[in-house]
């Protein structure tokens, strides 16, 4: 098995987060600052875990304002 980058454990982090209802639909992520602190890795990294999950249409972007869980119930 390759090694994995650490944005991607993050990112299946978050997403197993979220689907333990940690994040609910609609709920807002924390910021880059505070994702920062908790996994100890630089904002380029968190910013590539967010485009993975945001790829994956498990969250939604909103310029300004924050990353936020995508209803499911939505669609892509």
Known sequence: MPPRY???????DLQKRIEAGEFPPGARL????????????????????????????????????GVYVRDASEGS
């Open 30 to 65: 924390p910021s880059r600052r505070e994702l920062t602190a908790h996994y100890e890795v630089t904002a380029p990294v968190i910013d590539r875990a967010m485009q993975i999950l945001r790829v994956k249409g498990i969250t939604e972007t909103l310029a300004g304002v």
């Open 6 to 12: 650490r944005y991607e454990e993050i990112a299946d």
